[in-house]
T-cell receptor, first 115, second 113 residues
Framework: NAGVTQTPKFQVLKTGQSMTLQCAQDMNHEYMSWYRQDPGMGLRLIHYSVGAGITDQGEVPNGYNVSRSTTEDFPLRLLSAAPSQTSVYFC??????????????FGEGSRLTVL | GEDVEQSLFLSVREGDSSVINCTYTDSSSTYLYWYKQEPGAGLQLLTYIFSNMDMKQDQRLTVLLNKKDKHLSLRIADTQTGDSAIYFCAEKNSGAGSYQLTFGKGTKLSVIP
């Protein structure tokens, strides 16, 4: 059972470089989201999507872009990386955006370092 | 806006009970959750409670909800070294278009053998 798969697991970038963090889920979940986790800050929502073709901003969207062309995939793009984007990034999905339980299934995380 | 607060650290001896506390501000919360994060891994749902319940028990886990004080707790009985992890409290509210969970900063539980 693959669940939510994130790649890469580790990445080092130089300031100003761009990259895409990939996220794929095989559970036919409508809802997908990206969080970043920083020490002492907990989890903060970056962007989310309630279905293919629909995306919206979360708490900390600046510096990140997303798209949702298929139900399965939800890539997160950093257009010009900054040291403040050094973090652990988690992709999470749920079967229904406004569903009764709203359990989130998380990927294993992508650790990004921006020098 | 919604806010979820929890203490950052808890240390207990193996075999004792652990109690992790959480307070939240959103009175329209529908579901409250406890997630567990083991080192180097993503979060996994441990248990949840619907807002019209006071208590939920699941094997070694007991969740207590005090809606008046907006206080949620997670009790782990007979704590084991494998319970060492970060525990996140989260809430989901019932507002229109509300798709998000609001997470606390997490409580790091250390179990002393």
């Amino acid at each position: 059972n693959a669940g939510v798969t994130q790649t890469p697991k580790f990445q080092v970038l130089k300031t100003g470089q761009s990259m895409t963090l990939q996220c794929a889920q095989d559970m036919n979940h409508e809802y997908m989201s990206w969080y970043r986790q920083d020490p002492g800050m907990g989890l903060r929502l970056i962007h989310y999507s309630v279905g293919a073709g629909i995306t919206d901003q979360g708490e900390v969207p600046n510096g990140y872009n997303v798209s949702r062309s298929t139900t399965e995939d939800f890539p997160l793009r950093l257009l010009s990386a900054a040291p403040s984007q050094t973090s652990v990034y988690f992709c999470a999905s749920s079967y229904s955006a406004g569903g009764p339980i709203g359990e989130l299934f998380f990927g294993e995380g992508s650790r990004l370092t921006v020098l | 806006g919604e806010d979820v607060e929890q203490s950052l650290f808890l240390s207990v001896r193996e075999g004792d009970s652990s109690v992790i506390n959480c307070t939240y501000t959103d009175s329209s919360s529908t579901y409250l959750y406890w997630y567990k994060q083991e080192p180097g891994a993503g979060l996994q749902l441990l248990t949840y409670i619907f807002s019209n319940m006071d208590m939920k028990q699941d094997q070694r886990l007991t969740v207590l909800l005090n809606k008046k004080d907006k206080h949620l707790s997670l009790r782990i009985a007979d704590t084991q070294t494998g319970d060492s992890a970060i525990y996140f409290c989260a809430e989901k509210n019932s507002g229109a278009g509300s798709y998000q969970l609001t997470f606390g900063k997490g409580t790091k539980l250390s179990v002393i053998p």
